[in-house]
């Protein structure tokens, strides 16, 4: 039973665009929601949180929307650069640990 | 600080083999979790320590699976059997705070292991 799911396993967006990254969970516990980023070879680094009692939450380029009648989150990115293109990670934060999804590769176009 | 540090970045071995994954956690961080991602099933927790001590180790896939944390600098992640199905990207990740600092976690840069 995946609590987290994203459900596109890629994304292509040209330099300069948005990049919109969706997420659903079933989870109704998870207190925080989060989006981590990873390039290869390298462990998934925190990018962006937002509690549960909010539904947005920015950070620079990033902004992350919940929706929790919908259980659906989202991440913005705006603009969209090359060095934006990794795979990021969804995630909830219940008790003590974090339940991910399987990840979105996103790939920006110069 | 040097991050999460894990060894070995790679291990290739063959069926039935022990292996040891090893993780030394940012100083001063009461937490560290054991991750494994694979393509089938993205990045799943494997075990959750706090203060040294295992909370949690549901995500165990099975007996064959054991971990350990001695002190607050080190962990080891044991399979034994491996098996060709346990091929996959090992993480460590510690964090600090309470409910052990569980949204902003630290992850060390793997151990891609691949069991022939």
């Known amino acids: 039973d995946q609590q987290v799911k994203q459900n596109s396993p890629s994304l292509s967006v040209q330099e300069g665009r948005i990049s919109i990254l969706n997420c659903d969970y079933t989870?109704?516990?998870?207190?925080?929601f989060l989006w981590y980023k990873k390039y290869p070879a390298e462990g998934p680094t925190f990018l962006i949180s937002?509690?549960?009692?909010?539904d947005k939450n920015e950070d620079g380029r990033f902004t992350v929307f919940l929706n929790k009648s919908a259980k659906h989150l989202s991440l913005h990115i705006v603009p969209s650069q090359p060095g934006d293109s990794a795979v990021y990670f969804c995630g909830g934060a219940g008790s003590y640990q974090l339940t991910f999804g399987k990840g979105t590769k996103l790939s920006v176009i110069p | 600080d040097a991050g999460v540090i894990q060894s070995p970045r790679h291990e290739v071995t063959e069926m039935g083999q022990e292996v040891t994954l090893r993780c030394k956690p940012i100083?001063?961080?009461?937490?560290l979790f054991w991750y494994r991602q694979t393509m089938m099933r993205g990045l799943e927790l494997l075990i959750y320590f706090n203060n040294n001590v295992p909370i949690d180790d549901s995500g165990m896939p099975e007996d064959r699976f054991s971990a350990k944390m001695p002190n607050a600098s080190f962990s080891t992640l044991k399979i034994q059997p491996s098996e060709p199905r346990d091929s996959a990207v090992y993480f460590c990740?510690?964090?600090?705070?309470?409910?052990?600092?569980?949204?902003?976690?630290?992850f060390g840069p793997g151990t891609r292991l691949t069991v022939l």
């Open positions: 990740a510690s964090s600090w705070g309470p409910s052990g600092g569980k949204v902003t976690q630290y």
């Open positions: 989870n109704s516990m998870f207190d925080y």
């Open positions: 937002i509690s549960s009692i909010k």
């Open positions: 100083s001063g961080h009461n937490s």
